[in-house]
């Protein structure tokens, strides 16, 4: 499994590097590609495979990890979870 940071993809100058890469991570574990309980790669490879610093791939998981969409465990890869579906209800408009 490959993921790049290709030019064809659109990523706004004002938006941070760290924020398109948890965006196509959160794409991947939403869309399956990474199952619930599942570890994703370790901090070096996602840097590695994205091109980037392991400080830009911690924001990165960072972000994931307070949209509940991964865990962390110290000394271990992350492990994707099942998102769950908010308490709060949809506005009415």
């Known amino acids: 499994m490959t993921f790049f940071m290709v030019p064809g993809e659109q990523v706004s100058d004002k938006q941070p590097l760290h924020v398109a890469i948890?965006?196509?991570?959160?794409?991947?574990?939403?869309?399956?590609?990474?199952?619930?309980?599942?570890?994703?790669?370790?901090?070096?490879?996602?840097?590695?495979?994205?091109?980037?610093?392991?400080t830009t791939i911690r924001k990165a998981i960072a972000n994931l990890t307070q949209q509940g969409l991964v865990t962390t465990q110290q000394g271990k890869a992350f492990l994707s979870r099942k998102r769950t579906k908010s308490a709060f209800p949809c506005p009415i408009r």
């Open 22 to 54: 948890s965006q196509q991570l959160k794409e991947k574990i939403e869309a399956g590609v990474y199952e619930p309980g599942e570890r994703l790669p370790s901090e070096f490879d996602l840097g590695e495979i994205f091109g980037v610093s392991r």
